[in-house]
């Protein structure tokens, strides 16, 4: 972490939720709360953690890189 008001403070969270707009937000027409809770749910329980090959963890899913350490 860095000092209070660093700028490295979200930097890993703001990251996400910019993967999250794109690849979900800006794609779909979301009408109500609970469709978008239900929605994002999915893709971070369906797609997110099982699916997509993430850098920092050697291009890993997030499953299989829990599952190997």
Same mark, same amino acid.
């Given at each position: 972490?860095?000092? !209070?008001? &660093?700028?490295?403070?979200n930097a890993r969270i $703001? #990251?996400? +939720?910019?993967?999250?707009?794109? $690849? #979900?937000? @800006? #794609? $779909? *027409? #979301?009408?109500? +709360? *609970? !469709? /978008?809770? *239900?929605?994002?749910? =999915? @893709? %971070?329980?369906?797609? @997110?953690?099982? *699916?997509? %090959? +993430?850098? /920092? %963890? &050697?291009?890993?899913?997030?499953? =299989?890189y829990e599952r190997t350490?």
């Amino acid at each position: 972490m860095s000092r !209070q008001r &660093g700028c490295y403070d979200n930097a890993r969270i $703001e #990251l996400f +939720h910019s993967v999250l707009k794109k $690849e #979900l937000v @800006y #794609l $779909e *027409k #979301l009408k109500t +709360h *609970k !469709q /978008a809770k *239900k929605r994002f749910f =999915e @893709y %971070i329980t369906c797609f @997110y953690n099982r *699916k997509r %090959i +993430h850098y /920092a %963890i &050697g291009y890993f899913t997030s499953n =299989e890189y829990e599952r190997t350490y």
